[in-house]
C-alpha cells in the first residue's frame, strides 16, 4: 500500500512556528550564508580563476556548499520570487557554463588542479558535488522556469553516465560520499529522462562490489562509506552517518520506483536499526567525532556527542521517503523528533550562526579539566559550546536554508482514498482538486483545525507517539475513532471541519537500559520538545543537578519565545569520588526547549537528568 | 610527623581471609605460573640458547615475568623454606650468572639478539627488566641469605650507573618503563650503598627533561611515560598506569629518603589526582585500553573498563609510600579498596588463572551486538570476560604471587610513640620489642581484638571510611576516643587487650556526579567489598535490571566462601529506544563481592545499578 508524499510546491506555510523560522531564511539566513561564503572564497571560486598563492584555495567540497545555496534559493524563489537572490544564482550559473569543460564536466577543484585526474579518486567528492548541482538545477528549474542550470547539469550527467556505465573507463563505479544517486533520482523525475535512473540504479548496485578498487586500497571502501555489503544486504547502519542517510535515501526512492522488495526490506531494516538503537532522543545522528560515524548499537555518548546537523537532515530526509512505503506513523515520529530538536538546534535563533556539531551536554568544569593529553586528542572529542556563521567544512549552513523552505514537504502524503496529516504546521495545501487548510498554533499548542474543500477524503491524523489523550471532532461534534498504525482515522466531505486536539503534557522519558550514557536518568519533554537545562537558568554548573518528584510547572519564556517548564530540583553533593555521605540543596530548575540551548552565551547544559 | 611501615618479614599472617589467599598461592598459584611459564618459554629463555627457528621467541619484558616470580618465591621462602622453589631460583640465577656478558649486563633479549643495541633504545624495557631482578635478588637474600643473586645484579646496577650516570654514553637518560627507580632504593635500603640511592635520583631527575632524545622522537617521550614533565611538576595521574604508580613509588620513597619536599608535594597532589577523579570504585585505575592509560578526571567507563591487575596493585604499593608521609587515613583505605576488589578480582578464586584486565561490567548481548567494526576496532574495547593461566604480556599474573604473601606489609605503620594498624589481619606482629597480635575475622565480621605485649604504645586504628558506628575498648571496658586524620587513638599498656568494633553493613554509595557513567546509579558495598551482580545469580541479562527501596538481607554464599547480599529488585523494561512507557517484574536479587565475579562461568556483571 504504496503513498505518494505531497510536495512544498504545492503547499504554503501560513504561520506559527515554522512560518516565522522561513521568514527568518528569507530575511537573515540566507544573506548571512552568502557572505560567508563569498569572504571565503566559495562563489568567488566559481569564477575559475584562482591562482596559487591567492588566499581562500578552493576545497574539493566548495561546489556543494554553494549549491546547497543555490538550491535554498529555489525553493524560497517557488513561493516568493527574490530577484536579488535570483540574480546571483543566474551569475553562479553563468560562472559554470563558461566554467565548464567541453564535454561538460564541471568541478572546481579538478578543473584548476588535476583536469587529468578526473574521476580517478573515490574519495574525493566528486560525484558528491556534482549531486547537488543537479539538486540544485532542478530546484531552479522548477521555481524559475530557467532552463539553463538544468541543461547545463543535464549535459554533465550524460557526461557522467557515459563514462561510469556505458565506457565504464572510471577509476571507481561508486562515488565515496553519496549524494548523487538522490539527485539523480530527482532529474528522473522531474524530465522523465530514465537513464538518469539507471545510473542511479547502476551506482547503488556497485556499491559494496568494490571491483575496480586494488584490493589494498582500504581507505576507499568498507563501512565508513557503506561498501562493506552490497546494499540490499546492509541491515546496519554503519559509517559516515550523512553519506548512510543520502545512500539510504536513494535506495528508498529506486525500491519505490523499481518496486524493489530487497531494496525495501533492507531500507527498512536500516530504519529500524538506526531508530532503535543509533539515535539520540533529539533524532541526532553519527555519534562519533571520529569520521563522522554511526557507532555501534546503544553508543549514545552524551558530552561527545558528534551529532551533525546535516545528519540529522538526511534521517529526515530518509524518513520522509520511508513515509512512501504504507501508513505508519514511525516515519513523521522521527521526523518530529529531528525537526523540533536535533535538526532545529542546529541553528540559532537569530538565524545567523550553525552547530556543525550538535553538544547533547556542556559541562565547562568538566572540559577545563580536560587537559590537551593524549587521551584528549585521541579519545575524548567535545562539540564546540557557541554556533558560529561558517564553518572550514560548511556543509550544515546551506543544508539548513535548504530544507527549512522545504519543510512542508513532511506534512502529508496520501493515496487515492486517504490523506495522511504527518506534520502538523498552520498551511494551506492543494492535493488535486482539493484544498487542505491547518490551522494550529502548534507546537505550543495541542489543537488542529483542519478544514478540507473541493471534494471528500479520508483524513488520516498522525497520533504522535508522545501524546496519550487525543481527542477529533467533526464540525463541533466529536468522532469516535481508533488508531492504526499510529494514525486515527476520519471521513470528511467537502467543507468539514476537522479537529484535532492533542493534550500536550510533561513527560519523562526514559532510555533503553544499554544506551549506558542514560541509564538511571530522564529526559523531560513537553510536545515534540525534548527538554534540556541550561547553566544560565539554573545558577552555572548543572553536573550535581537532580529533578525531585512528578509535578513540574509549564511557563513561557518571552525571550526565547518557547515553552519551559519549571521543576522541583536539588543540587546533590557527595564527598570525595565515592561516597553514601550526599547533601542537597532545594531549588527550582528551568527547562527549556533543547534545540535553543547556546543562545544566550556559553554555558552548560544538560538533557539527561536524575529524578529522584 | 613521618611515619615508617613495618615490613612483612616482622609480621606473620596467621589465620583468616589473607591466610587462605597466603595458601592458595604457596600451594597452588606459584606452581601453576611456573608451569606456564615454563611452557611458554620463559624458564628455558634464562639459559640464553634460544635460535631462529625455534618456538618461543623470547620477549622485550620475559626477564621481568620471571623475576616477579623469583621474588614471589622469596617472599614465600621467608615465612617457610621451599627447597623445591628454592631449587628453581638458584638454577635461574646460575643462568643469569652464566649468561650475562663480561662487564655485567643482563637481558636475555639484547644478548640474544643485538648486544651492540644495548642501552640505546628507551621503548623497550630494559632497565624494567633489571629493576625486577633487582628487587628479586633483594628479596632472596632477604629470605635465604645466599649472596649470588644479590651481588650479580649489583654487578648490574654498578655497570648501568657508570653508564647512563658517570659517561652518559647510553642513548637516553630515563627509562621508558620505570621500575629501576623503586628497585635502586630498595637495594639501596639493603646494602646502605649510596650509589644506587644517587643513580635512582638520576633517573627521576632526568624524567621530563629529554635532553638526550632526537626533538622528532615522539614515541619515546610524553605523557604516557610520564615524560611530559619534570617530575616535581607532575600534578595530574597521566599515561601508562602501571608506569605511572612504579614511578610515583620511587617519587615517594625518594622525598622520604631525601627529605624532598617538592617531590613529597607532587606525590600528595597525584595521590589525590588518582583517588579523587581517576580510580574506580574498586581501586582499580588506568581506564583506557589504548595504551593501558590513565584518561581525563572522571573518565572511568565501566564496560570497557581497563583497569589492569598490575596498576591496582601498583596504587597499593604507591599508597604504603604516602602512610609514610603522616597519618591520614585516605591512604589505608585506597588500598583497602585496592586488596579487597581491583586487585583481588585478578586472581581467581582457585588461584589458577588471572585477568589482566578487570571488567567492570559485562552485558554479554551488547558484546554480541557489538559488529567487528571500524568502531569497534578503534573505540570500543571490551576486556575479557574469564580469566587464563597466562598471558602473550603475563607481568600480572607473578605480580599477583609477590603481592599475596607481603601483603602484611600494608598493616602496621608506627613512630616513636604510636604504631597505626592500618588494616585488620589475623596476625602477629615483632615491632622492637612489641608484639602485636590481631585477632579477627574481618572482613568477614567486623571486631578485632588487638592485644600489646612486651611494652606499651599509643593505638591507632584505622576507622575505615565506609564506617559509620563503631567502638573501642580495652580490657573488656568501653573507651572513649575521636577520631583524627581517620585514626581512632587509645592508649595501651603492656597485655592490654584492645577490641575495635566497626559495624558492616550495606552501603549505596554514589559516585561523583562527573563520572557521567554511574551518574543516576548506585554500587552496594559491604565492608569493604564493593559487590556485583552477576547474571548467573539473577537470571541472565542484567541490563534491565534495578535495585528497588532500601532494604537488603545480608547472607552467606557457601560455595564462595563469602557473603552476599539479596535486595528487592525489578526488571524494567521500556519500549523502544526512548519511553515513558515502564513495564516491570519484581525479584529478588543477588549480590557477590565484585572480586569473585567471572568463577562460575561467562556471565553478565554489573556494579553501578538503578535503585528506585
New interface residues.
Given amino acids: 500500500m504504496a503513498l505518494k508524499n505531497l510536495t512544498f510546491d504545492k503547499i504554503d506555510i501560513t504561520g506559527g512556528f515554522w512560518h516565522e523560522k522561513q521568514e527568518l531564511i528569507r530575511k537573515t539566513t540566507i544573506w548571512n550564508v552568502y557572505k560567508r561564503f563569498c569572504d571565503t572564497g566559495r562563489f568567488p571560486a566559481f569564477k575559475m580563476d584562482w591562482k596559487e598563492g591567492m588566499p581562500n584555495r578552493p576545497n574539493i567540497f566548495w561546489d556543494s556548499d554553494v549549491a546547497k545555496w543555490l538550491e535554498s534559493v529555489a525553493y524560497l524563489t517557488l513561493k516568493q520570487r527574490e530577484p536579488e537572490l535570483e540574480a546571483i544564482v543566474d551569475e553562479v550559473v553563468d560562472d559554470i557554463e563558461r566554467g565548464r569543460m567541453e564535454d561538460g564536466y564541471f568541478n572546481i577543484c579538478y578543473e584548476l588542479f588535476e583536469p587529468q585526474n578526473r574521476f580517478k579518486f573515490r574519495g574525493n567528492h566528486e560525484l558528491y558535488c556534482a549531486g547537488h548541482l543537479i539538486e540544485a538545477a532542478v530546484a531552479y528549474n522548477k521555481a524559475t522556469g530557467k532552463n539553463k542550470f538544468l541543461h547545463l547539469m543535464e549535459d554533465y550527467a550524460k557526461l557522467i553516465k557515459r563514462i561510469f556505465m556505458d565506457e565504464e573507463s572510471a577509476a571507481f563505479d561508486s562515488p565515496g560520499h553519496e549524494e548523487i544517486e538522490l539527485a539523480l533520482v530527482r532529474l528522473y523525475d522531474h524530465t522523465g529522462n530514465r537513464d538518469y535512473l539507471d545510473l542511479a540504479l547502476f551506482f547503488i548496485n556497485k556499491r559494496g562490489s568494490q571491483a575496480k578498487l586494488p584490493e589494498n586500497d582500504n581507505y576507499h571502501r568498507?563501512?565508513?562509506i557503506q561498501d562493506h555489503l552490497p546494499v540490499r544486504e546492509q541491515f546496519?547502519a554503519?559509517?559516515h552517518a550523512v553519506r548512510a542517510c543520502y545512500l539510504y535515501c536513494a535506495m528508498a526512492d529506486l525500491a519505490e520506483r523499481t518496486d524493489d522488495a530487497e531494496l525495501k526490506n533492507a531500507c527498512e531494516k536500516l530504519f529500524k536499526n538506526i531508530?532503535?538503537?543509533r539515535?539520540y532522543?533529539t533524532g541526532s545522528i553519527g555519534s562519533?567525532h571520529?569520521?563522522e560515524?554511526?557507532?555501534?548499537?546503544?553508543?549514545l555518548?552524551?558530552?561527545t556527542a558528534y551529532a551533525e546537523t546535516c545528519a540529522a537532515l538526511a534521517l529526515a530526509l530518509f524518513a520522509r521517503r520511508m513515509q512512501a512505503f504504507g501508513p505508519d506513523s514511525r516515519y513523521a515520529d522521527t521526523v518530529e523528533r529531528i525537526i523540533y530538536n536535533g535538526f532545529l538546534s542546529g541553528l540559532s535563533l537569530d538565524g545567523k550562526s550553525f552547530f556543525y556539531e550538535n553538544a547533547h551536554e556542556i559541562?565547562l568544569?568538566?572540559r577545563k579539566?580536560?587537559?590537551s593529553?593524549?587521551?584528549?586528542r585521541?579519545?575524548?572529542h567535545f562539540p564546540i559550546t557557541q554556533r558560529i556563521e561558517v564553518f572550514g567544512c560548511s556543509c550544515c549552513p546551506p543544508n539548513v536554508t535548504r530544507f527549512i523552505p522545504s519543510i512542508a514537504d513532511f506534512i502529508y502524503s496520501y493515496d487515492d482514498t486517504t490523506v495522511y496529516v504527518n506534520q502538523y504546521m498552520a498551511s494551506t495545501a492543494s492535493l488535486g482538486e482539493l484544498t487542505l487548510t491547518q490551522e494550529t498554533n502548534y507546537p505550543f499548542e495541542g489543537c488542529i483545525k483542519l478544514t478540507i474543500s473541493g471534494g471528500s477524503r479520508r483524513i488520516a491524523f498522525r497520533i504522535p507517539?508522545w501524546c496519550r489523550v487525543w481527542s477529533i471532532g467533526r464540525n463541533g461534534a466529536s468522532v469516535d475513532t481508533a488508531i492504526n498504525n499510529g494514525y486515527a482515522y476520519v471521513d470528511a466531505a467537502d467543507g468539514d471541519v476537522l479537529t484535532l486536539s492533542l493534550r500536550i503534557s510533561v513527560?519523562?522519558?526514559?532510555?533503553?537500559?544499554?544506551?549506558?550514557?542514560n541509564?538511571?536518568?530522564i529526559?523531560v519533554t513537553y510536545g515534540p520538545f525534548v527538554m534540556c537545562l541550561e547553566g544560565v537558568d539554573n545558577g552555572g554548573s548543572l553536573?550535581?543537578v537532580k529533578l525531585v518528584g512528578k509535578t513540574a510547572t509549564v511557563g513561557f519564556d518571552e525571550k526565547l519565545g518557547l515553552p519551559c517548564i519549571y521543576h522541583p530540583a536539588v543540587r546533590?553533593s557527595?564527598k570525595?569520588?565515592?561516597?553514601?555521605i550526599?547533601s542537597s540543596e532545594p531549588f527550582t530548575a528551568k527547562l527549556i526547549p533543547y534545540h535553543a540551548f547556546a543562545n544566550r552565551g556559553e554555558t552548560d547544559m544538560r538533557i539527561w537528568v536524575?529524578n529522584i
Wanted: net charge negative; hydrophobic share 25%.
Fill in positions: 568498507g563501512t565508513h546496519t554503519e559509517g531508530t532503535e538503537a539515535m532522543i562519533s571520529v569520521l560515524e554511526f557507532e555501534n548499537d546503544y553508543r555518548p552524551n558530552d559541562d568544569e568538566q579539566s580536560v587537559r593529553s593524549l587521551h584528549e585521541r579519545n575524548t507517539a513527560r519523562r522519558v526514559k532510555s533503553n537500559p544499554r544506551v549506558l550514557t541509564r538511571g536518568l529526559a553536573t550535581n546533590e557527595i570525595g569520588l565515592y561516597s553514601d550526599v536524575e
